[in-house]
């Protein structure tokens, strides 16, 4: 078994600027443990071609989290909200792999076979994430409406271990987005809300020729639900 200790510092500041524009900035930290499973070293064969193993020395993970906020509102009721906020994770919980070269013993009865994957969580660090978001919301009175638009970024490096070698998994995501709230009367009130369309972008880079197939590029996209993915090999 094991036990954690932490201390969690947190901080939320809210400053009025005028009648209709504010700043709030808020920071927190918050942990994760790693959860049974990833404790235990037992040996998951269930399939011969990816082996997954626990690691009991796992620390848990340590998230550091701030955020600022602008809010610019008017009394005619237009609202705009410009929001930047950042994640930095320590000893972030990720993956090892690795491909075996020859028939490894990883335990008795238990054999790593030539080709097969052996999989384990370790702490690692060099995980963040960047977050980005506008929008803008006014009244519409042709239909006793709110429209809120926004559009969002979210921009993540996720390391991971690939045959002893750490690689850097870089994701940046587009979602703009139209929110409609009603409140007709006190009987009928309705919210709607539709992504228009999301980008998502992937890129792999690891520093070793071994590892060429990870060096490749992927965009997806989705358009009301239909996913469209191209690879760009480098």
């Not at 011969?48 to 008017?74: C, K, M, V, W």
């Not at 750490?166 to 940046?172: C, F, G, I």
């Not at 998502?200 to 590029?217: D, E, G, V």
Request: net charge positive; proline share 4%.
């Amino acid at each position: 078994s094991r036990s954690y200790f932490s201390v969690l510092p947190s901080l939320m500041f809210h400053y009025v600027l005028d009648q209709t524009n504010s700043l709030q900035f808020r920071y927190r930290s918050i942990t994760s443990s790693p959860s049974i499973t990833d404790l235990q070293s037992v040996v998951n064969n269930s399939n011969p071609l990816f082996l997954f193993a626990g690691n009991p020395y796992l620390d848990q993970e340590l998230s550091h989290i701030a955020n600022l906020r602008y809010i610019h509102t008017t009394k005619s009721g237009h609202t705009f909200i410009a929001m930047l906020g950042a994640t930095y994770k320590q000893k972030y919980i990720g993956d090892s792999t690795f491909v075996a070269n020859e028939n490894i013993e990883l335990m008795p009865s238990v054999t790593l076979n030539k080709g097969a994957q052996f999989t384990r969580p370790i702490n690692l660090n060099g995980y963040y994430s960047l977050q980005s978001m506008l929008t803008y919301g006014f009244p519409l009175d042709l239909i006793r409406s709110n429209i809120n638009v926004s559009v969002a970024a979210n921009y993540t490096n996720t390391p991971t271990v690939f045959n002893g070698v750490t690689s850097d998994t870089r994701e940046l995501n587009l979602i703009p987005k139209i929110i409609i709230g009603s409140n007709i009367n006190k009987n009928i009130d309705f919210t709607t809300s539709s992504t228009i369309y999301s980008v998502h972008l992937m890129k792999r880079q690891a520093t070793i020729t071994s590892l060429i197939p990870l060096l490749s590029n992927w965009v997806v996209c989705s358009f009301g639900g239909l996913l469209c993915a191209v690879r760009l090999t480098m």
